[in-house]
């Protein structure tokens, strides 16, 4: 399956709910203002933010009316719109600092142990030597569900006993990976955010660790988020911000119930690049996030 048909199939959900009303408001009608205010009830439904929602039919109005001569698709001008109120950043392939360190934060039940696991598939298929951590040593499931990972995708896992410290655990496997030759670290870490100051210290810790041990690491700090949550993500988002150093965003659960125009409200919140996107259940179902296909994906664009 392509790309673009995996984000065709994973958003499936949220554009029919949503986004195809869209191609039916614009079908055979003016961009007059009962148009517009039409799209705009569809956009904040779909969780994207007022302040986003506004800046996008106000670029749209103006750019319409510019364009008109040229006979512009109104939804290919909307795609284009959104597409620039998106951005992202590339996830670092590059491991000639060995071995590169990624550590996986956010809220337990976002996603972060399968993501953890489904980022190490991608690295391995781009010829990496992935080693997983199971820093979340509050979850005895947390940490099971990562050597279920680590033994389907055939690669290590550096687990302690539940209630261990979290960043012993790393610093084991940062001299695992040195002594082996391993590309790349990924690290799972505990989700708590009820006792988050206990929380944020102890990823500071753990980030300090890393630090110490291999110079310019960790070289990404993704934050997890559920994309069925809306903009309680977005609460959660700037509790880690504040705390840690967030490289980039991945959004999970897409192929769900999510709405789809969190992404943008995160992006215009936050200003933190979105990087992966969970389409699915399937191992292969994170992907490098690309605002083009997204939006595509979103408003049913067959290009």
Known sequence: MSIKEKFMNGLSKTRKALFNNIKTIFSGRTLDEETLEELEEILIMSDMGVEVV??????????????????????ILLRNIMVSHLNTSPLVLDT??????????????????????????????????????????????????????????????IAHQKGSDPAAVVFDAINHAKAKNKNVIIIDTAGRLHTKSNLMEELKKIKRVVQREIEGAPQEILL?????????????????????????????????????????????????????????????????????????ALLGIEE
Do not use: M
């Open 96 to 157: 000639s600092i060995k071995p590169l360190v990624i550590l996986i934060v956010g809220v337990n039940g976002s996603g972060k142990t399968t993501t953890a696991a489904k980022l190490a598939k991608i690295y391995i298929e781009y010829g990496k030597n992935v080693v997983l951590v199971a820093a979340d040593t509050f979850r005895a499931a947390a940490i099971e569900q990562l050597k279920e990972w680590g033994n389907k995708l055939n690669t290590t896992v």
């Open 54 to 75: 506004d800046k996008i039919l106000e670029e749209l109005k103006e750019r319409y009316n510019k364009e008109k001569s040229d006979q512009k698709d109104p939804l």
């Open 224 to 296: 997890v988020l559920d994309g069925t949550t809306g903009q309680n993500g977005i609460v959660q988002a700037k509790a880690f911000k504040e705390a840690i150093d967030i490289t980039g965003i991945v959004i999970t659960k897409l192929d769900g119930t999510a709405k789809g125009g969190i992404a943008f409200a995160i992006n215009h919140e936050l200003n933190i690049p979105i990087k992966l996107v969970g389409l699915g259940e399937k191992e292969d179902d994170l992907q490098i996030f690309d605002p083009i296909t997204y939006c595509n």
